[in-house]
């Protein structure tokens, strides 16, 4: 497996490269190579509404898909290192919950003049926050150690409060503003800017290099609690490390592009499959894997129906149960 | 579709075998009475309107579920009727009112979580009608409506309410207006957007709705005429690469065109659209989209509007 790890790493760089370059030349606009080819290189030969299409539209969200797709497996994968647990995704504490009702409440109750100033983005990201705040709250106990079940329990029971709330927000609101708030539960890429991009890129980069330092930490962790604390890493303070850096990346991406599921679940496990558990190797095919399969499937949602686009949540699930059935089978014949 | 398609005849021979007085065929099924109901409830704007246009008002216990202000020349009339609900009322409310007849614009007044089956209210003698255009057996989402549910509309309570000669004159004035608009669209040989909501994707119109209706009418071209449905959620580069001659804004109160205009002004590459550019933006209340009393209306002002802006 050692030996296999740099081609699988080239591999998957390649095909990220290559889904990255289909989303900027393929959309719902139909593009002629002679305008592909003036778009890119600049040339003034392009009409400028299509050029206007590609610089302004496809490029930043083909980045900010890929940028969010690797943030959601490397959240995915630290929280099942942290949680050892094979069920756990970036959303295990409540934070797509969160997130959910306070963006839809904004969508649905706010007046559009106060969500433009304050954008549901960052309503978002503050219900994620507070969601993991109140899970945390209820799973620390003074002078105790954080146990991964009650943490796991906590998650749930927030999750469940909010997703109560966002269900009355969607029951009382009107069914049109609803239908922007449920488009907005599915996960879009739809409607990225370039402004966007930077804060995504910063956060990943901030999380990956703090991973990548204590990926030997992370790999003790799997032999469990007690020998990880002989030899030396101080697990408690690693999982705290782990949840903060796990709402920074998926708050970041929920307000992005909503709630994006299956990837921070499913893309771990491919890689544990392809490579191994070993954190050195198994963090950076992660990421990349999940960057191109986001952006892939982005772009389908893109095409399939156009002009219509579809959310990503609707392909996202069709295309991640049947690896996850094959992924648990493998997990229940090891075990 | 399929399936509603085979089940309305089963559903027909049903009902046929209690034969009365007044025998109306309502989406999917057909509805008998004895006497005209004296006590209706509406629910829902368009059917509001079609009784009050026909001075039916003292023989109305409710109404409930208003999009919109009541128009000026039926609101003294309006203001007799009470209010049962800001949206669908419960079950219980509409028998406490005495209803001995529902009116609803939308089927989905008749699903369970709103005031359940039409089948259970006309089991307790009360009888149901849906207005023709959101009846989807009637209507597949592939064909494009007419103005004809409008005018069945009208007839129908007309029979109903044992109104005849004032439906025909109804009917016969809204052809007359519709017609006309017809005469000099000034939309013709336009193409055009037509905004509902949304920003990170516009939600738009398919072929086959009552606002495409209103687009057809006054000779608009409809951008994502080729789509199915009544609205659909388009890509916004579907609009850039058709740069629309007219973008069409519907005023609604979960988005104002002012706030779709301020949207598109500011995005940089909608700036850049020959409309935006140009301001060629007109406007039409959702309420008038609806097939109703308020349709002749919307047609007209968006007719008036497109003629202005040439």
């Known amino acids: ?335 | 579709m399929n399936l509603l398609k085979t089940l309305a005849p089963l559903c027909l021979i049903g009902c046929m075998a209690n034969a009365g007085p007044v025998t109306i065929d309502i989406c999917a099924c057909s509805h008998t009475s004895d006497a005209p109901p004296a006590r209706a409830v509406t629910l829902n704007q368009q059917p509001t309107e079609v009784m009050l246009a026909l001075g039916l008002e003292n023989r109305m216990a409710g109404t409930a579920y208003m999009d919109d202000d009541i128009p000026a020349q039926w609101r003294d009339a309006y203001a007799k009727v009470p209010v049962l609900a800001e949206k669908y009322p419960a079950s219980e409310v509409v028998l406490a009112a005495e209803a001995d007849f529902l009116f609803a614009g939308f089927s989905s007044a008749f699903s369970e979580d709103n005031l359940g089956a039409a089948d259970k209210w006309r089991g307790l003698g009360i009888g149901t009608y849906v207005a023709d255009a959101s009846c989807k057996s009637f209507h597949p989402k592939d064909r494009p409506l007419t103005v004809e549910p409008i005018l069945k509309d009208i007839e129908t309570i007309g029979k109903i309410f044992g109104v005849e000669d004032r439906a025909a004159e109804l009917a016969a004035a809204t052809m007359a207006r519709l017609e006309a608009v017809k005469g000099r669209a000034a939309g013709a040989g336009q193409t055009a957007f037509l905004y509902d909501s949304g920003d990170d994707t516009p939600f738009s119109i398919g072929c086959c709705g009552g606002p495409a209706l209103v687009a057809e009418t006054v000779g608009l071209e409809n951008i994502s005429g080729d789509l199915e449905g009544a609205w659909v959620d388009l890509a916004w580069e579907r609009v850039v690469a058709a740069d629309p001659d007219v973008i069409v804004l519907i005023e609604a109160d979960w988005s104002s065109a002012a706030e779709k205009r301020a949207y598109m002004e500011a995005d940089p590459v909608l700036a850049e659209l020959t409309a935006v550019k140009e301001g060629r933006f007109v406007t039409v209340p959702f309420s008038q989209t609806l097939l109703g009393m308020q349709f002749a209306d919307g047609v007209e002002s968006l007719n008036a509007q497109l003629a202005a802006l040439k």
């Open chain 1, 1 to 335: 497996m050692q030996a296999r790890f740099p081609i699988l790493l080239g591999l998957s760089l390649l095909a990220l490269a290559a889904v990255m370059l289909a989303g900027v030349l393929w959309g719902t606009a139909s593009l002629t190579w002679g305008q592909r080819a003036a778009i890119l290189t600049g040339s003034g030969e392009a009409p400028r509404g299509l050029s206007l299409i590609v610089w302004e539209w496809r490029i930043p969200r083909v980045l900010a898909m890929a940028l969010i797709g690797a943030g959601l497996s490397l959240a995915g994968a630290l929280m099942q290192t942290a949680l050892r647990n094979p069920m756990a995704d970036p959303y295990l504490m409540g934070l797509s919950s969160g997130a959910s009702a306070a963006a839809v409440g904004a969508i649905i109750w706010l007046p559009a003049s106060v969500t433009a100033v304050l954008g549901v983005p960052l309503m978002a990201f503050l219900g994620a926050g507070a969601a993991f705040a109140m899970t945390l709250g209820l799973s620390v106990r003074r002078g105790e150690a954080l146990d991964p079940l009650v943490v796991v329990l906590s998650g749930v029971a927030i999750s469940l409060m909010f997703q109560s709330l966002t269900a009355f927000f969607l029951y009382v609101g009107d069914p049109h503003a609803t239908r922007s708030a449920l488009g907005w539960l599915m996960g879009t890429g739809a409607g990225t800017e370039w402004q966007e991009v930077p804060m995504l890129a910063i956060g990943l980069l901030a999380a990956a290099a703090a991973a990548f330092v204590k990926a030997g930490d992370l790999d003790a962790t799997l032999l469990g609690d007690e020998r990880a604390e002989a030899l030396g890493v101080d697990t408690g303070r690693l999982r705290l490390l782990i949840f903060f850096g796990t709402v920074i990346l998926t708050g970041l991406a929920v307000s992005v592009a909503g709630i994006v599921g299956f990837i921070g679940l499913i893309v771990p496990h491919m890689a544990r499959l392809l490579t191994g558990a070993r954190h050195q190797r198994l963090l950076p095919l992660s990421m990349v894997l999940g960057a191109a399969i986001l952006t892939a499937a982005d772009l389908l949602c893109r095409i399939l129906l156009a002009p219509e686009e579809l959310p990503l949540g609707v392909l996202l699930a069709l295309f991640a149960a049947p690896p996850f059935i094959s992924i648990l089978r493998g997990v229940r014949r090891a075990a």
